[in-house]
């Protein structure tokens, strides 16, 4: 057991020194000729009434998350408790690329909540796909409205046509993909009663995922999918603006649509494989790159940049740290892990 926590640790090692090495690059790039100084008056500037309505707002996203949850699983767990994790969930997704973070949300609906495996799967899978479902769409709909005037016009195009045929295909073959790494494993590996543990995972969550849809809940997953959405940007726009006072920016000057091309851009960074620790450094620097060309200066855009997402970091981890802890408690009143 302890060698192969060791050939974890090794294999983890690396990734993690290339995300610190990019965040630290592209800190110092950034904040080069401003220094974090700057970034700190700028959050002791910010205008807090609008603060407050972009907790707000996350605060709906966080209930369109649970309800999509409870949409999604087949076992019920009790509200309160799959909030906590939904929290756990909102954090942990920040701090690896990729939003590999998120797969904490599995271990903690089983062990914590007794959902099934597979249930627990199922939900997962398909919250993560409908999640780039809903913003195409919106991605598409914005660069519409915005009459396609920006440089990069033609990319961002392209990035959400893309994104929208990804995510219908791997919902599409969703299920066959499962069933075919069940049967693959039963093939390659007959004798092995891991794979064959794997296999019948696999193929469950498949039966779950089918499920999903045999009993009309894959719509209402769609519907509330668009509101995480929607809800998220628009708890990103509110904070945005309200850092942006200090900087000489006035209020709703910098438009809704605007905003969201801007905010999308640095939020799908987030998913890249390669990104820095916590996104720090990636999420600024393709903040900055579209904010540039929505009509603010490259300090502004800069400063904005680090404001809101230290902000809106510091709100998640403050949250999720707090329902991890509650989460925990029982636990280690018991004695147990």
Request: a positive charge.
């Amino acid at each position: 057991m302890n060698n192969k926590h060791s050939v974890t640790n090794r294999k983890s090692w690396p990734h993690l020194l290339a995300a610190i090495a990019v965040s630290v690059v592209l800190v110092a790039w950034l904040l080069r000729d401003m220094g974090v100084g700057a970034v700190v008056e700028t959050i002791r500037g910010v205008w807090v009434p609008g603060l407050l309505m972009g907790v707000a707002a996350f605060a709906v996203m966080t209930l369109a998350r649970v309800f999509r949850y409870r949409v999604l699983l087949e076992d019920k767990p009790a509200f309160g408790p799959l909030v906590l994790v939904t929290l756990v969930r909102g954090m942990a997704g920040d701090l690896l690329p990729a939003r590999l973070g998120t797969l904490v949300y599995v271990w903690l609906v089983t062990k914590r909540l007794r959902v099934r495996l597979d249930d627990a799967f199922a939900s997962f899978f398909l919250a993560l796909v409908l999640d780039m479902v809903a913003i195409a769409p919106l991605l598409l709909l914005a660069l519409a409205v915005m009459g396609f005037g920006l440089q990069s016009t033609g990319a961002l195009a392209l990035l959400a046509g893309s994104l929208l045929g990804v995510s219908i295909m791997a919902l599409v073959l969703m299920v066959p993909s499962l069933r075919l790494a069940a049967k693959t494993l039963e093939i390659v590996m007959p004798r092995a009663e891991r794979a064959r543990r794997l296999a019948t995972l696999a193929n469950d969550t498949a039966d779950q995922v089918t499920a999903v849809s045999t009993r009309g809940a894959l719509w209402p997953a769609v519907a509330l999918s668009f509101l995480v959405r929607v809800s998220k940007f628009g708890a990103h726009y509110l904070v945005l603006q309200s850092v942006l006072v200090p900087l000489g920016v006035s209020w709703g000057s910098l438009g809704v649509v605007e905003s969201f091309l801007g905010v999308a851009g640095a939020e799908l960074s987030s998913m890249l494989p390669i990104a820095g620790l916590g996104a720090f450094g990636t999420w600024e620097a393709a903040f900055a790159f579209g904010f540039t060309q929505l009509g603010l200066t490259f300090d502004q855009a800069v400063l904005a940049g680090f404001a809101t997402h230290i902000l809106t970091q510091l709100h998640d981890y403050g949250l999720g740290v707090t329902a991890l802890v509650i989460l925990w408690w029982p636990s280690r009143r018991r004695g147990s892990i």
